[in-house]
């Protein structure tokens, strides 16, 4: 079976300029997990949906972060305008919510650089 | 506000020998479940070993066994035979019923032949 599926997995950008993120859950898993991750603040949940719902959006840093999942098997993550802070490791999880320990599947996560 | 410590930074373990991480937490919730993740050189996130709060015995997979303390929060994870692909950072990470994912601040493994 295939993983959770991210891409892109490396995006260098300019200062100001929209990054757009994608993530395609494991096929049947009903809830949906960003990840942000530095050398600063470790591993850090931005924003996570059940059934393609945000249900706690919390950590999004700013504004300029927006999250969305139009349907089961597709989640975008976008900054807007981005910044060199933003520059990180960013990681998609899924689950299948409702069975026993809901193990959450990382993606292989997409390594962005903001110049 | 629940947190996850792991108080070893880097650790470090001869080919074939036995190494222990550790991880402490703290929660006033009853019902909870704990899990190692495995982070090599390639960023992966991959789950190691999971544990159920409410399950006395000590969750293993193979070369990896945890010693689950409920009492005194404590979950630490045991590498037996140490192989040079376990090298990698370990976050330890707490969750309770609800969805959140919490993570310890990772124990970098090194393993040397």
């Known amino acids: 079976d295939a993983g959770v599926i991210q891409s892109p997995r490396h995006e260098v950008t300019e200062m100001g300029q929209e990054v757009t993120l994608r993530c395609k859950p494991i096929?049947?898993?009903?809830?949906l997990f960003w990840y942000r991750q530095t050398m600063m603040r470790g591993l850090e949940l931005l924003i996570y949906?059940?059934?393609?719902?945000?249900?706690?959006d919390s950590g999004m840093p700013e504004d300029r972060f927006s999250a969305k999942m139009p349907n089961a098997s597709f989640s975008t993550l976008k900054i807007q305008p981005s910044e060199p802070r933003d520059s990180a490791v960013y990681f998609c999880?899924?689950?299948?919510?409702?069975?026993?320990?809901?193990?959450?599947?990382f993606g292989p996560g997409t390594r962005l650089t903001v110049l | 506000a629940q947190t996850v410590t792991q108080s070893q930074p880097e650790m470090s373990v001869q080919e074939a020998e036995t190494v222990t991480l550790s991880c402490t937490y703290d929660?006033?919730?009853?019902?909870?479940?704990l899990f190692w993740y495995k982070q090599p050189p390639s960023r992966q996130m991959i789950l190691v070993i999971r544990?159920?709060?409410?399950?006395?015995q000590n969750a293993t997979e193979n070369r990896f066994s945890v010693n689950f303390q409920k009492a005194a929060k404590s979950f630490s994870l045991k590498i037996s035979d140490s192989q040079l692909g376990d090298a990698a950072m370990y976050f330890c990470?707490?969750?309770?019923?609800?969805?959140?994912?919490?993570f310890g601040t990772g124990t970098r493994l090194q393993v040397f032949p």
């Open positions: 949906f059940n059934n393609n719902v945000p249900i706690d």
């Open positions: 999880a899924s689950r299948f919510r409702g069975s026993g320990t809901d193990t959450q599947y």
């Open positions: 990470a707490y969750r309770r019923r609800t969805d959140k994912l919490i």
């Open positions: 929660t006033s919730e009853s019902d909870y479940y």
């Open positions: 544990q159920e709060a409410y399950k006395q």
């Open positions: 096929s049947g898993h009903n809830s």
